[in-house]
């Protein structure tokens, strides 16, 4: 299956920890990546490979996977983090790649 | 620095065709495969396909085989996307994506800035 599931929107208190998950068959074999995407911009990577930053991502910002189930946390949730989620995974056994329908994140 | 820049917004009436451009500078072009995204006013990102680092394949999802081309001119380096037969579905923000990859699996980084393609009669 080439389908990334993740719920559509999530919120969490200002400081709080805050996790978003994504499911996939895909993500048995593969790890996923991570965007994030605030209004009017392009995504940007936050987390990659098995949990890896880019240079200039907080270290709030960490990745896990375990089974089908990917999830990307963030441990003292700031304002600026408020911004859609998506993870993105090659299929399983295809070459084509797939994102998940994205998350909204809230930070009250 | 690593940069994608994309070409400006593009408005078109239905049936027509319209071509992106997405160059690349600060990295060896021809080392690294490129992904096509795009994304529909408030929805989410839909992948639409992958050129290969010489230019000489690519791989294009399934929703999108019959009208998308991509090409690459690696004197440039800069990677196309034509869309052909456009409908108001098709108005959205695409998106170049450089693809990095390791044994773990594969991202997207960086992003070029979008190219709005509008679609009305």
Redo the contacts between chains.
């Keep these: 299956s080439s389908e990334l599931t993740q719920d559509p929107a999530v919120s969490v208190a200002l400081g709080q920890t805050v996790t978003i998950t994504c499911q996939g068959d895909s993500l048995r074999r593969?790890?996923?990546?991570w965007?994030q995407?605030k209004p009017g911009q392009?995504?940007?990577?936050v987390i990659?490979?098995?949990n890896d930053r880019?240079s200039g991502i907080p270290d709030r910002f960490s990745g896990s996977k375990s089974g089908d189930t990917a999830s990307l946390t963030i441990t003292g949730a700031q304002a600026e983090d408020e911004a859609?989620y998506?993870c993105?995974?090659?299929d399983s056994t295809r070459?084509?790649?797939?994102?998940?329908?994205?998350t909204k994140l809230t930070v009250l | 620095q690593v940069q994608l820049v994309q070409s400006g917004t593009e408005v078109k009436k239905p049936g027509a065709s319209v071509k992106v451009s997405c160059k690349a500078s600060g990295y060896t072009f021809t080392s690294h495969y490129m992904h096509w995204v795009r994304q529909a006013p408030g929805q989410g990102l839909e992948w639409m396909g992958l050129m290969f680092p010489r230019g000489d394949n690519v791989i294009y999802a399934e929703n999108f085989q019959d009208r998308v081309t991509l090409t690459r001119d690696t004197s440039t380096s800069t990677d196309y996307l034509e869309l052909t037969s456009l409908r108001s579905e098709d108005t959205a923000v695409y998106y170049c994506a450089r693809d990095i990859s390791s044994s773990y699996g594969w991202w997207f980084d960086p992003w070029g800035q979008g190219t709005l393609v509008t679609v009305s009669s």
């Design positions: 593969f790890y996923p990546s965007y995407q392009a995504p940007i990577l990659y490979s098995k880019p859609d998506y993105n995974s090659r070459s084509l790649w797939v994102f998940g329908g994205g």
